[in-house]
């Protein structure tokens, strides 16, 4: 992202230090359990053709269960559900889809709870990636930060919507991963 196209600190490095706009309070994840698409577009404000071609286009596939085949469902994780709303977030505040898949690819190869530890800043057209509040001020100071996206405060808000919505344990393949399929390995035993 910024004018290099690529999610980078303000100054180019990050800061271990965590200040104020950070939360170091967040819950560990339970594998495995994923959310339909139905379920992940409410939680994170897009519409279902939106996510659909979001997963078509590669810029962001369900990491529980992806499709590979008829009748089977599209199961979105917690941290997939926390991308697709700072996507919607960047998509609502101007940020060009092309910039919006760069960043996605870079904070993509964070593990989950890195991402609750930062603040995405940006001017419209680029977007940096804060890890301590000295660098937001850098930014904001330097005319480089219009708007920010605290990521921990995001985490808190799809963790808050999800616990009141139904999810699912992925189960491996070949052992009814979706009710279409048990029913058919019904027709076949009967």
């Not at 139905?38 to 519409?47: I, S, Y």
């Not at 190869?109 to 940096?128: C, F, K, N, P």
Request: glycine share 12%; net charge negative; aromatic share 6%.
């Amino acid at each position: 992202m910024g004018t290099g196209a690529e999610v980078r600190g303000p100054q180019g490095a990050a800061t271990p230090e965590q200040g104020l706009l950070f939360t170091s309070d967040v819950p560990a994840l339970e594998e495995g359990v994923g959310y339909r698409g139905p379920t992940a577009c409410g939680a994170a404000g897009v519409t279902y053709r939106q996510l659909d071609y979001w997963a078509r286009t590669g810029l962001l596939e369900p990491s529980v269960r992806n499709p590979s085949g008829s009748g089977t469902q599209r199961l979105y994780s917690f941290r997939d559900i926390l991308v697709l709303k700072i996507i919607k977030r960047l998509l609502d505040t101007g940020v060009s889809l092309q910039q919006i898949r760069v960043a996605i690819t870079q904070l993509r190869e964070r593990g989950v709870q890195d991402l609750a530890h930062i603040t995405l800043m940006s001017d419209g057209a680029s977007v940096y990636e804060c890890t301590s509040d000295d660098q937001v001020i850098d930014l904001v100071r330097g005319g480089q930060g219009v708007f920010g996206i605290a990521v921990g405060s995001v985490w808190r808000e799809v963790e808050g919507t999800l616990a009141s919505m139904p999810s699912e344990k992925a189960e491996s393949p070949g052992t009814g991963d979706d009710e279409l399929s048990q029913r058919r390995r019904a027709r076949k035993t009967s």
